[in-house]
């Protein structure tokens, strides 16, 4: 048994609540998050032993192994910092830090201490990605020509929707780049086994001004713009975006980011485009994969285990025909996550079977890249 404290209590938080109690052979002995009244009932609704008001508590209660870094990003490299000089693992959500610099700086700390570090990119869990992996991987596809798709929500589609994430000191000098393009790029190259190595992106902010209620709204919470009382805000960070890429096979790519796309509430899609086949895959879909060929009849492939590659297939739970979805890629990570720490493996060498602070670094390198190409309208290379 080991034992996992959760900081931070907005979206994200209950979600690696819930996913730690599905897993087994976890205890949570402790949250903390500066909305007491929400920690305490979540306590004590999951028979949580300890709620601390101070992230700072959580990080230094001797009891606790693990730390689940899940604030808003400005505290992501303090809490990941503090965690690792105290001898804890660490499952962050990502960014894993507001630079690059800083995360260049976890990694190094991360591999000082030797501790097991991860980041929440979630969407690599899905039964149907890891397939889609494994096609790639087992030469199924050929070469890989191009690699498309898009990032859309609607979540901050008026002017009178406002969350933390639209506050360069909070969220960071990116937003949608940052929040959902950093799930994108990791998926892709995930699937590929290709980084992306130079980049041409394009930036805009639709909404210059928007109206701040006197307490921001949840991320995705049902309350978006409906506050009476308002502030006009400026905003600095993008709303959408257009990033062209190439891999480093040199095959070409292009994504389109948006939170203002209505109707849209979490569609990540992707298209890659092999010289043998293609294959394309909905997040809001995900129990299905489109498998393109130019001789012969497309498929539609339904997740079922007895189907999937072999690789695939420990990450499907249940029989075909029934559905998988977000709650289980948080589900199938930490099992990996966990497990790496129970086997006592050391987390500098060998495969690890998890995203990594090298991958938040790597995502980090990304994000600035598109920020500085869209200043300066030229290519920029990701070193």
Known sequence: MLNAAIIGTGFIGPVHLEALMRIGGVRIAAIASNEPEKAR???????????????????????????HTCTPNNLHFPINSVAIAAGKHVLSEKPLSLTAAESAELVRLARERGVVNGVNFTYRFYPLVQHARALVRGGELGSIYLVHGHYLQDWLYYDTDYNWRLEPDIGGASRATADIGSHWCDLIQFITGLRIRSICADLVTIHKNRKRPPASSETFGADQGQSGITESVEVTTEDAGVIMFRLENGARGACTLSQVSAGRKNREWFEIDGSAMAMAWDQEEPNTLWIGHRDRPNELLIKDPSLLRQEARPYAHYPGGHPEGYPDGPKNLFLQFYEFIRSGRDPR????????FEDGHWANKIVEAVLTSTRTRQWVDVR
């Open 349 to 356: 060498s060998g495969p690890i079977p998890f995203p990594t």
């Open 41 to 67: 009932s979540l306590a004590s609704r999951f028979s949580i032993p300890r709620v601390y008001d101070r992230w700072e508590d959580a990080v230094a209660d001797p009891e606790v192994q693990v730390i």
